[in-house]
């Protein structure tokens, strides 16, 4: 079992940047592949990025902008979020215990945290 808890979504003006945390209960973390995800109202959950012992994955509409990183050593993945724009506003979940793009192959879920992004 692992329980997620997520930080650091806030109101930020477009151009601007945060960092999201993910902090993970459990010992077993570290065997772990992590994700990203979003949803804003109306719309369906969607990947965001992905981080595994091969490497990271973006979606296309965040790649160059975001970067998603863990310090197991401290059970904690990041999403350093910058170049912010109007359209990444949604709640971001972190996510653990699946792979890939398909939100349904995720076991472990966040509570979520908002991202409103202001124009």
């Known amino acids: 079992q692992v329980q997620l808890v997520e930080s650091g979504g806030g109101l930020v003006q477009a151009g601007g940047s945060l960092r999201l945390s993910c902090a993970a209960s459990?010992?077993?973390?570290?065997?772990?592949?992590m994700g990203w995800f979003r949803q804003a109202p109306g719309k369906e959950r969607e990947f965001v990025a992905a981080i595994t012992w091969s490497g990271a994955d973006y979606a296309d509409s965040v790649k160059g902008r975001f970067t998603i990183s863990r310090d197991n050593a401290e059970n904690t993945m990041y999403l350093q979020m910058s170049s912010l724009k109007p359209e990444d506003t949604a709640v971001y979940y972190c996510?653990?215990?699946?792979?890939?793009?398909?939100?349904?192959?995720?076991?472990?879920w966040g509570q979520g945290t908002q991202v409103t992004v202001s124009s």
């Open positions: 996510a653990a215990g699946g792979s890939g793009y398909d939100p349904r192959r995720y076991n472990y």
């Open positions: 459990g010992r077993t973390f570290i065997r772990y592949d």
